[in-house]
């Protein structure tokens, strides 16, 4: 089994900064890909940022610039380096990791509110 937690949200103001975590622990032989979603009250989870299984980014073109994804493999955490927030992106923000050990697995974060208003 492997647990995902995440920490680093909380209340910022437009055009401040955050930066929220996400640690992987449990049975991990290898991450094959990994992400950053939100999502907004009334609103679909969507993603803003990840790497995919050949190391390469993406990021939702709403963040592209502002919002930076980067990991530590000897730590099994993924992080979401997010700059000039504006208040359009508060939302519950949830980490997934594609595991594999002993065949491939998807798993969330609890995930972490970030809130962006003056």
């Known amino acids: 089994q492997v647990q995902l937690v995440e920490s680093g949200g909380g209340l910022v103001q437009p055009g401040g900064p955050l930066r929220p975590s996400c640690a992987a622990s449990?049975?991990?032989?290898?991450?094959?890909?990994m992400g950053w979603y939100r999502q907004a009250p009334g609103k679909e989870r969507e993603l803003v940022a990840g790497?995919?299984?050949?190391?390469?980014?993406n990021y939702a073109d709403s963040v592209k610039g502002r919002f930076t994804i980067s990991r530590d493999n000897a730590k099994n955490t993924a992080y979401l380096q997010m700059n000039s927030l504006k208040p359009e992106d508060t939302a519950v923000y949830y980490c997934?990791?594609?595991?594999?050990?002993?065949?491939?697995?998807?798993?969330w974060g609890q995930g972490t509110q970030v809130t962006v208003s003056s």
């Open positions: 997934h990791f594609q595991v594999w050990n002993m065949g491939m697995r998807d798993y």
């Open positions: 449990g049975s991990i032989f290898s991450i094959n890909a």
């Open positions: 790497f995919t299984s050949g190391g390469i980014t």
